[in-house]
């Protein structure tokens, strides 16, 4: 255990210095390998065998996916439609945030895109109407949390990757959880929006049949890709090429938006971000292999096994644990790293793989709105220019009913064993 002691605390200092969580993942696994004297040359075989997967090769193409079809200018369009649709009520430009966010969640599958997607047509527009901008920022930032959860989830493809779960079957398990959490964004967003007195009816001059026609190609496209996944067309990695495509497509040939000079920005754009999605998974692979050697994924399954006679102090326990992992890390090395403890101890509780990856997601997407790292805040605060603290206190409401959500996520299987004796 010593050694394994010396991995995580290794670890544990390199983020508070502040080194990068793909580097400090790497740098603590070589350094508990060679001081163990493991093998320095497991480190280049591990790296490779990291990412040689092939549903991981989802990630790069929705990546790619998410950003053609945001300069293609699908999400204005969209946002056009749902405040046509929903602008009459008081309250009318919350709900439409939070429902470009859940529609933006089937394109992007990453949070921060989201954010970066939406933030610049949704947080304007909000403050136009009253809206505190720190409560604008936060808004968006909530609700592209939702990205993570409904399919197609980059979380989701990884999580499926590690605990040998279909892809497709845990898309079509993030759906109905998805339309849970922002339901709840939506209702916490209307009541802060009323107790404040804020907003107004929006007159959208366009008629909304022309906003819809204009809305198709976009609207189309998450039945393009999950009808394709499901309808037995292609699999998800396949599905995200066609997303790429598909996206050009319309920038091109129908709203005419693309040029081929923006195709290089696009792929710069998108090569790195799955670059710094893809460094994680490499060296969060090789700490999982070293947390495994050195003893210390057995025995801290062991310590959780010691719960199991309490399954439900087990999963209070397992969500705190959670929680407090997504406040510092993001969802992938979160996988990464604590997979290969809870696997033995889900197949021991008889709880199903694909109903935890849900409930281990929606815990990573209430991190991506929770300080001190909060990626969605960040991003958002990027965007409006506005100080972090500000959107922090606007956040809460949202942390609160995204937690309402993840209760009822987690504990259903014993509701319903009380409720219906099933």
């Known amino acids: ?35 163990g004297g493991l093998g320095l040359q497991v480190v280049s075989f591990n790296f490779q065998a ?37 602008g009459g009520w008081r309250a ?38 009253g809206y505190a901008p720190g409560f604008a920022a936060g808004l968006v930032a909530a609700s592209a949390e939702l990205s993570i959860i409904i399919p197609p989830s980059i979380a989701l493809i990884v999580y499926a990757t590690l605990a040998s779960t279909s892809v497709a079957q845990q898309f079509w398990a993030g759906i109905l959880p ?10 916490a967003a209307v009541l802060v929006v009323r107790a404040r007195g804020w907003g107004e009816a929006v007159k959208v001059e366009v008629p909304r049949f022309r906003l819809f026609l204009e809305a198709v190609p976009g609207l189309l496209t998450p039945l393009v890709i999950l009808g394709g996944i499901y309808g037995g067309v292609f699999t998800p990695t396949e599905a995200a090429a066609v ?59 062991q310590v959780l096994l010691e719960w199991a006679g309490n399954p439900l102090a087990l999963m209070l326990v397992l969500n705190l644990f959670w929680l407090v992992l997504g406040m510092l890390l993001d969802a992938v090395s979160i996988y990464y790293l604590t997979l290969p403890i809870l696997l033995p101890v889900m ?55 995204s937690a309402v959500g993840l209760l009822l996520l987690a504990y259903w299987p014993f509701l319903r064993r009380v409720l219906w004796g099933s």
């Open 92 to 129: 009318g430009a919350a709900i439409t945030t939070v429902l470009a966010g859940m529609f933006w969640g089937a394109v992007s599958g990453s949070g921060p895109a989201t954010v970066a997607a939406l933030g610049g047509i949704l947080i304007p527009m909000m403050v136009r109407q």
């Open 50 to 86: 990291g990412i040689a997967k092939f549903p991981l090769l989802a990630i790069p193409f929705f990546i790619l996916a998410g950003a053609v079809m945001d300069r293609a200018g699908i999400a204005e369009r969209i946002v056009r439609l749902l405040l046509a649709l929903m």
């Open 243 to 301: 997303g790429v495509f598909w996206g050009l497509f319309v920038g091109f040939f129908v709203y005419r938006t693309l040029r081929p000079a923006h195709l290089v920005p696009l792929l710069v754009e998108a090569g790195v971000s799955s670059a710094v999605v893809m460094a994680i998974v490499a060296w969060a692979g090789i700490f999982a292999w070293a947390a495994d050697t050195v003893g210390l994924v057995g025995r801290a399954s």
């Open 178 to 187: 998805g339309i849970l959490i922002g339901g709840l964004l939506g209702l």
């Open 1 to 35: 255990m010593g050694l394994g002691i010396l991995l995580i605390g290794l670890f544990l200092a390199l983020l508070l210095l502040r080194v990068p969580v793909a580097a400090a993942l790497g740098a603590s696994a070589v350094c508990v390998i060679a001081a």
């Open 347 to 401: 197949l021991h509780m008889g709880w199903d793989p694909v109903w935890m990856g849900i409930v281990m997601t929606v815990n990573m997407a209430i991190g991506q709105i929770t300080p001190p790292v909060a990626v969605n805040l960040f991003v958002s605060a990027r965007i409006s220019g506005l100080p972090i603290e500000k959107i922090w206190r606007e956040i809460w409401p949202f942390v609160l009913a």
